[in-house]
């Protein structure tokens, strides 16, 4: 016979509940699906029994959706009148009951203790079906040693977790799920726990924490990917992992963390951070799993080889950095030549220009920005396909590079005989970089003589700076100048509206404002708000804006293997979301590489995890290797382990 025929089914009455069920000091598990009306029967019971003389615990144990307490944690709490009083609370820094199901018992058990004898009614998570529900089920009510389970079923449905019911030793109880009870729609549960966060908050003060002198522990996201983690929340525990107080985090930087928290004098060991973050919208929602991005090694349509370049040059790497998708045109073996695709505008950017027969002539049209690296010939030999590509009525297109840069496209745009070119011709504005200035000047086809050399002083070796991103340079040695680049994207402002909207403020030019002085990193400018105050940007957008740093792509290339170099290589590449990097020859080979001013393998390794780079993308391998490449990714991988390893014909 199957047990459930014999199990009582109770009446849907607080009182006859207590009376059937739960006659003593006892402990109860209250559990069914989100929407059955668990948790408003757990509130029915708890007043029931005050009613009766006894005063329980409720304990709630749904992070996600939790009746008191916070979201992101584990709340035992006493009613004494009409006050609850929080008589513990542990974190859980996630919403999800279901994929942290074992630390969320492990908490449960640590706050049952604080009740010691007296009655409970632990009011369970929305979870009751596959492993997790079972876990939880089985998990819950031996670490919280409970009398009773009361489990509530939608009426003419079997009940769910059959095997796990038949095995409990508990007490078990029925009690049909109400019926107008139903599950609250996501941005219900959204708002609702977002209001207890924002008001946990409300006196929260910014504080920034050496990370090398706290402990990380959960599932933080790594410590590369920073755009990850503002928004995240996080939980400052003792050195017995006793949450002390709640945080939010603001920024991450490179090796500190700036959070928001209320007020606390205590001490604390260690940050308790997982999946509950506060979305673009302003609402504590769960973050997206981060995934390694793969890189691809197959080029998009337009880059086709056509039969005349489909000679081996290796496996060509494609993958996005924030707004733009970055392709090694001709491979890891081939000349030196990267396509940045603004994803989001007809642009397109091109660091170094190697032979550029893959490329169709309508990128050269969309191309605003060449970087070059320095001069010689696999580095520049594609600026005829550039200048061909572009006669026409077209923009003028920017140009960088090092010292001589200048005469070196002066004198291939002189080499062409452009009698019939008119009016047409392509103009370029070609800058040198000179130490902390940038000399620039203009050539067009078609004109006998350069423009007159413009100077201006720049700082931080930035080249460009535009309101989406900037590019930045570094000069090494190759035994001529060779310039590193850093292409950094623009950190991404979200309003806050449910901030907005709780203060009773409308959006207006002041946000724009706020924006522009968060961009320009003063926090101290003074701002006029909308109820006519005067406040400091920085607590204007600690309050208002949700604030994630850009992404950066690095790029060296030809540069030798000395101290200095590499400094300065790590310094521009530092915390990169994606590093393209030489990787000239392998260890055997190092005299090679020290004869021509090349990287080897483990030195781009090296780098790489010194820069403490998310993504490695090696590339500029000696054609020598081009049968045996698995040893320039053997080396690699032996000093770094983010790096992005095709897959080798053979």
């Given at each position: 016979?199957?047990?459930?025929?014999?199990?009582?089914?109770?009446?849907?009455?607080?009182?006859?509940?207590?009376?059937?069920?739960?006659?003593?000091?006892?402990?109860?598990?209250?559990?069914?699906?989100?929407?059955?009306?668990?948790?408003?029967?757990?509130?029915?019971?708890?007043?029931?029994?005050?009613?009766?003389?006894?005063?329980?615990?409720?304990?709630?144990?749904?992070?996600?959706?939790?009746?008191?307490?916070?979201?992101?944690?584990?709340?035992?709490?006493?009613?004494?009148?009409?006050i609850w009083t929080v008589a513990g609370m542990e974190a859980l820094c996630s919403?999800?009951?279901?994929?942290?199901?074992?630390?969320?018992?492990?908490?449960?058990?640590?706050?049952?203790?604080?009740?010691?004898?007296?009655?409970?009614?632990?009011?369970?998570?929305?979870?009751?079906?596959?492993?997790?529900?079972?876990?939880?089920?089985?998990?819950?009510?031996?670490?919280?040693?409970?009398?009773?389970?009361?489990?509530?079923?939608?009426?003419?449905?079997?009940?769910?977790?059959?095997?796990?019911?038949?095995?409990?030793?508990?007490?078990?109880?029925?009690?049909?799920?109400?019926?107008?009870?139903?599950?609250?729609?996501?941005?219900?549960?959204?708002?609702?726990?977002?209001?207890?966060?924002?008001?946990?908050?409300?006196?929260?003060?910014?504080?920034?924490?050496?990370?090398?002198?706290?402990?990380?522990?959960?599932?933080?996201?790594?410590?590369?990917?920073?755009?990850?983690?503002?928004?995240?929340?996080?939980?400052?525990?003792?050195?017995?992992?006793?949450?002390?107080?709640?945080?939010?985090?603001?920024?991450?930087?490179?090796?500190?963390?700036?959070?928001?928290?209320?007020?606390?004098?205590?001490?604390?060991?260690?940050?308790?951070?997982?999946?509950?973050?506060?979305?673009?919208?302003?609402?504590?929602?769960?973050?997206?799993?981060?995934?390694?991005?793969?890189?691809?090694?197959?080029?998009?349509?337009?880059?086709?080889?056509?039969?005349?370049?489909?000679?081996?040059?290796?496996?060509?790497?494609?993958?996005?950095?924030?707004?733009?998708?970055?392709?090694?045109?001709?491979?890891?073996?081939?000349?030196?030549?990267?396509?940045?695709?603004?994803?989001?505008?007809?642009?397109?950017?091109?660091?170094?220009?190697?032979?550029?027969?893959?490329?169709?002539?309508?990128?050269?049209?969309?191309?605003?920005?060449?970087?070059?690296?320095?001069?010689?010939?696999?580095?520049?030999?594609?600026?005829?396909?550039?200048?061909?590509?572009?006669?026409?009525?077209?923009?003028?297109?920017?140009?960088?590079?090092?010292?001589?840069?200048?005469?070196?496209?002066?004198?291939?745009?002189?080499?062409?005989?452009?009698?019939?070119?008119?009016?047409?011709?392509?103009?370029?504005?070609?800058?040198?970089?000179?130490?902390?200035?940038?000399?620039?000047?203009?050539?067009?086809?078609?004109?006998?003589?350069?423009?007159?050399?413009?100077?201006?002083?720049?700082?931080?070796?930035?080249?460009?700076?535009?309101?989406?991103?900037?590019?930045?340079?570094?000069?090494?040695?190759?035994?001529?100048?060779?310039?590193?680049?850093?292409?950094?994207?623009?950190?991404?402002?979200?309003?806050?509206?449910?901030?907005?909207?709780?203060?009773?403020?409308?959006?207006?030019?002041?946000?724009?404002?706020?924006?522009?002085?968060?961009?320009?990193?003063?926090?101290?400018?003074?701002?006029?708000?909308?109820?006519?105050?005067?406040?400091?940007?920085?607590?204007?957008?600690?309050?208002?804006?949700?604030?994630?740093?850009?992404?950066?792509?690095?790029?060296?290339?030809?540069?030798?293997?000395?101290?200095?170099?590499?400094?300065?290589?790590?310094?521009?590449?530092?915390?990169?979301?994606?590093?393209?990097?030489?990787?000239?020859?392998?260890?055997?080979?190092?005299?090679?590489?020290e004869k021509y001013r090349h990287m080897t393998a483990r030195g781009c390794g090296?780098?790489?995890?010194?820069?403490?780079?998310?993504?490695?993308?090696?590339?500029?391998?000696?054609?020598?290797?081009?049968?045996?490449?698995?040893?320039?990714?053997?080396?690699?991988?032996?000093?770094?382990?983010?790096?992005?390893?095709?897959?080798?014909?053979?």
């Amino acid at each position: 016979m199957d047990k459930h025929q014999n199990v009582p089914w109770l009446e849907r009455s607080a009182e006859k509940i207590i009376d059937a069920a739960l006659p003593g000091d006892g402990r109860l598990l209250l559990f069914g699906e989100t929407g059955s009306g668990k948790s408003t029967l757990a509130l029915e019971l708890e007043r029931a029994m005050r009613g009766k003389g006894r005063t329980p615990f409720l304990l709630s144990a749904d992070p996600g959706s939790p009746s008191f307490g916070l979201p992101g944690a584990v709340t035992l709490a006493r009613r004494r009148g009409d006050i609850w009083t929080v008589a513990g609370m542990e974190a859980l820094c996630s919403l999800d009951a279901a994929r942290f199901r074992m630390p969320l018992v492990s908490a449960v058990g640590r706050l049952t203790r604080k009740a010691a004898s007296a009655p409970l009614i632990l009011d369970a998570p929305g979870v009751v079906r596959g492993v997790a529900g079972a876990e939880l089920l089985l998990g819950l009510a031996e670490t919280a040693d409970v009398d009773v389970v009361l489990l509530l079923v939608r009426k003419g449905e079997p009940p769910p977790l059959s095997n796990e019911l038949r095995s409990i030793s508990q007490k078990l109880f029925f009690v049909e799920a109400a019926a107008e009870a139903h599950s609250p729609t996501r941005r219900l549960r959204e708002r609702s726990r977002t209001k207890l966060w924002d008001e946990y908050l409300a006196d929260a003060q910014e504080r920034t924490f050496d990370l090398g002198s706290i402990n990380l522990l959960g599932t933080p996201p790594p410590l590369d990917v920073k755009e990850a983690w503002p928004g995240r929340q996080a939980a400052l525990l003792d050195d017995r992992q006793n949450t002390v107080a709640f945080a939010e985090v603001s920024a991450l930087g490179n090796g500190y963390i700036k959070v928001r928290t209320p007020p606390s004098q205590k001490e604390f060991f260690a940050l308790l951070v997982r999946d509950a973050q506060r979305d673009s919208r302003g609402f504590l929602s769960t973050a997206r799993l981060l995934e390694k991005e793969a890189v691809r090694y197959a080029p998009p349509p337009d880059m086709c080889s056509p039969p005349e370049y489909a000679h081996v040059t290796g496996p060509r790497p494609v993958g996005h950095v924030g707004a733009a998708t970055a392709t090694l045109v001709n491979g890891v073996f081939g000349d030196p030549l990267l396509h940045l695709r603004m994803r989001r505008e007809k642009r397109s950017i091109l660091v170094d220009l190697g032979e550029a027969g893959r490329l169709p002539a309508r990128i050269a049209h969309q191309v605003s920005d060449v970087f070059i690296s320095h001069a010689h010939i696999d580095h520049v030999g594609g600026f005829v396909w550039l200048l061909r590509s572009r006669i026409g009525y077209l923009p003028t297109c920017r140009v960088f590079g090092p010292p001589g840069l200048g005469e070196n496209i002066l004198g291939m745009v002189r080499g062409i005989l452009w009698d019939r070119i008119g009016d047409r011709g392509p103009s370029f504005e070609v800058s040198e970089l000179r130490g902390d200035r940038l000399l620039t000047r203009m050539i067009e086809a078609g004109r006998d003589e350069a423009g007159p050399v413009v100077e201006r002083q720049i700082k931080n070796g930035v080249l460009v700076e535009e309101k989406d991103f900037l590019v930045r340079a570094a000069t090494l040695d190759h035994r001529t100048p060779v310039l590193a680049f850093a292409f950094e994207s623009a950190m991404k402002i979200n309003v806050r509206k449910e901030a907005l909207e709780r203060k009773g403020w409308a959006p207006g030019p002041w946000l724009g404002e706020l924006k522009n002085r968060v961009y320009d990193d003063d926090r101290e400018a003074v701002i006029t708000t909308p109820d006519g105050g005067r406040e400091k940007a920085g607590r204007l957008a600690d309050e208002f804006l949700l604030i994630s740093p850009g992404e950066k792509l690095a790029y060296a290339v030809d540069f030798g293997n000395t101290p200095e170099n590499r400094r300065r290589v790590e310094g521009l590449a530092k915390s990169a979301h994606t590093f393209f990097c030489e990787a000239a020859f392998a260890e055997a080979d190092g005299d090679m590489a020290e004869k021509y001013r090349h990287m080897t393998a483990r030195g781009c390794g090296e780098i790489a995890t010194a820069a403490g780079v998310g993504r490695l993308i090696p590339f500029h391998h000696s054609k020598r290797y081009e049968k045996e490449p698995e040893q320039i990714y053997k080396e690699i991988r032996a000093v770094c382990s983010r790096v992005a390893v095709p897959k080798f014909p053979g």
